[in-house]
Structure formats: C-alpha cells, structure tokens
C-alpha cells in the first residue's frame, strides 16, 4: 500500500446541532491547506451518533438517511441533521424502505409499521406472529408497489396503505402446522418485476426463491448450509448472490452466483472463493467487487471469472464503487479507509476516528460517505489525480 500522509493544517469550526431528541451530534468542518491537499480530503465530520443497525441511505435532494437501533437521523449534504425520527418499538437490523409518498417503513420479525416523514405514526400491520427465535426484521420494496416481508410461514406481500395483498407459504404443510417453523432471513431484495429471498434454517437448510407480484413462485435454488447470504440486484432484474458456508473444506467454499429472473432456478454463472466470509457485492458497470478473507475481490459480471483480487490489511467493511470513476472504497479494523482503482491498485488510504465496519456510500454529488464504529460520519472529496 502507498500511504499518502500530508501534513495537514486544520481550522475546525464546531458547530452543535439540536436534533429532536437525544444527545446532541457535533459537527466538524475541516479546511486544509491548500499546498498540502490530501487524496483524502475531509470536507466534514459529524460525530456523537448512534451505531447503524443499517447501510447508510442516499435520499431524494441530496440527503442522507442514517438507520439506527433507536431513530432514523436525516443528514444533508453539509452535515447538518435536519431531522430524527424514533425508531418504532421492536424493530431490529435492517434497511428502512423509503416511497416517493412521503413515507418512511420499517419492519419487525411480524411486523410493518408506516412513519410519517414528520415522525408522526401511520399504519401499523402483524401478520401471523413469528417463530420462537425469529429473528428477521429484512423488508423490501418492489413490483406492484407492495411491501415484501418474509416472515416463518410466508412471504407476505402489503400495498402502501396497509392491505394485505397476499401471502406466499413457503411450504404447504406450513398453513396446518399448529408450531411454527423458526425460519430464518438472511436476505431479501426486490427489481422491478421479481423480488428475491434466501429462507430456511440451521435444520432444513437455505434456498434462494424468486417470486412475482402476484404471488407465484418463479423458482426456488438450494444453497444448503449456509452461513451468511447477500442479494444485489443488477439491469434487466438480474441478481447477484454471495453465499458463505458454515464451514469451508474440499467441497464447501464461498460462491458467488448470477442468475436471471426467468431462468428457471439454474444460475447463469458461479464463482467459487475459498473463504466462507463474502461480504454483500457492489455492482459498478460490468464489475462485482466484494470482500473475503481480508481481500478485495472484483468479478466479471458477464461470466463470473475473477478479474483481480487485492489483499488488504485489516480489511473490514463490504467494498463500494463509483460508478463516475470507477473507483473501490473499502474500511478496516484499524480505523482506515482505503481506496482501489478499478484495475486493483492501491491509490491512496485515510485514518479516521474509529474502525470502518459498514459499507462506505460513493454519493451522486461526487463524495465519499463514510461511518464508523464509534459514531462518526465522514464526508470525503477523493482528489486522487490518474
């Protein structure tokens, strides 16, 4: 790794924020010097904030949306929060689904709850209570304009305004049983016709299952034991999924698969790394760029084949990419965040206040978002010159 270390010459300006409730956040604008403008140039730093529970979110005009254990915290572009809303009771680890409705939803293991951008509650729907043990909290929103909930017996499907549109067992006996079975959730993502979930547990095994608006099941792909499952969806509703096993041997290694919306359950490429700890995938152009054992993985999104893979010290947060300049941005443990051409090499890294274990943002305004462990968000400017 090149380290670029520039003596730099701060005037901090704090500013304090008053958010609704809580403790107060404390903005930190950095102005350096322009003689000694770092490839890794912090526009801005707002720290005191809860831990994610989610990614960080880019919104309509330019704002931020920041997931956390107890509210959703709205952050604009020059650090100010301009507003937080609590976080309904229950709901665990998961993305906030946003609608251009001026809504906010969010989910339990059995659960949808509606939030008002002005913190206000709107409707509240439970479907069969959950499973002992559930522990998914995952929602999507896709096709139909309907909210997507996998829950122990079903996918349940739910429109804007709270009506159940239709429930999608995953196995017929579920609908007689009188003890449920404890699913579990890995992941679920929606395109714009198909939404997709990865569903079982430790005793049955994980499958992959496609299903349409309307409630059909399109195909199902068994995955077995599987440790941890990431979904990204790509053009044309392809998806993408890294799939980790519980433990690696001659068989078993971590896979990453392609498949399409009407391809019958049959992937159309795999690709096999030996390491049970992939990460989600970021899709930039035709690349897939994902983390495994403590590496930086890029992927040919065509045909599966492994284009380069660059070892990274400490490596700890799910890569992200520009799709402007193609660009990888990845965390570590030891409170870094680097940076990757597209071609793998090593531009230029940065400290921060803490260890980098979320996915960083490479916003549309052209910046680097990032968050770390000990509560802080980074606005970045990457002036890194070819």
Request: contains cysteine; positive net charge; aromatic residues 10%.
């Amino acid at each position: 790794m090149r380290r670029v270390l520039p003596v730099l010459i701060f005037i901090i300006v704090f500013i304090y924020i008053s958010p609704a409730c809580g403790a107060t956040p404390k903005l930190e604008i950095y102005r350096e010097s322009p003689e000694n403008e770092p490839a890794g140039q912090v526009i801005w730093r707002l720290s005191g904030l809860d831990k994610l529970v989610g990614d960080i979110m880019s919104i309509p005009e330019g704002n931020l949306l920041l997931p956390t254990g107890k509210k959703m915290i709205f952050v604009n572009a020059k650090g100010a929060v301009v507003s937080e809303i609590k976080m309904p009771s229950g709901t665990g680890a998961g993305n906030p689904v946003l609608t251009g409705k001026g809504s906010i939803f969010t989910a339990t293991a059995s659960s949808i709850q509606e939030t008002k951008l002005n913190g206000a509650r709107g409707w509240g729907l439970s479907v069969y209570p959950a499973g002992k043990g559930a522990k998914s909290s995952l929602l999507a929103g896709g096709p139909g304009d309907l909210l997507y909930l996998p829950h122990s017996t079903a996918l349940y499907a739910v429109d804007l305004s709270g009506r159940l549109a239709w429930m999608l067992p995953w196995n017929t006996t579920d609908t007689r049983m009188t003890k449920l079975p404890d699913r579990e959730f890995p992941a679920v993502v929606s395109g714009k016709k198909v939404v997709y979930t990865v569903y079982g547990s430790k005793k049955e095994g994980f499958r992959l299952a496609a299903a349409n608006e309307n409630g059909e099941f399109l195909w199902n792909y068994w995955l077995g034991d599987v440790k941890q499952a990431y979904l990204k969806v790509g053009p044309g509703d392809r998806l993408f999924a890294t799939v980790s096993p519980k433990s690696i041997d001659r068989l078993n290694k971590g896979t990453v698969y392609c498949f399409n919306a009407n391809s019958g359950g049959r992937p159309q490429w795999s690709c096999r790394i030996a390491y049970n700890d992939l990460s989600a995938p970021a899709l930039c152009g035709d690349t897939l760029y994902m983390s495994a054992g403590k590496k930086v993985y890029a992927v040919d999104a065509g045909t599966g084949s492994i284009i380069w893979h660059d070892p990274i010290k400490n490596l700890a947060s799910p890569p992200a990419a520009d799709s402007g300049t193609g660009r990888v941005y990845a965390g570590s443990s030891d409170n870094y965040v680097f940076v990757l051409s597209s071609t793998g090499r090593s531009h230029w890294l940065r400290e921060l206040d803490g260890q980098v274990t979320r996915a960083p943002l490479a916003g549309a305004d052209g910046y680097l978002y990032i968050f770390t462990d000990k509560g802080s968000l980074y606005k970045i400017k990457d002036n890194w010159k070819e």
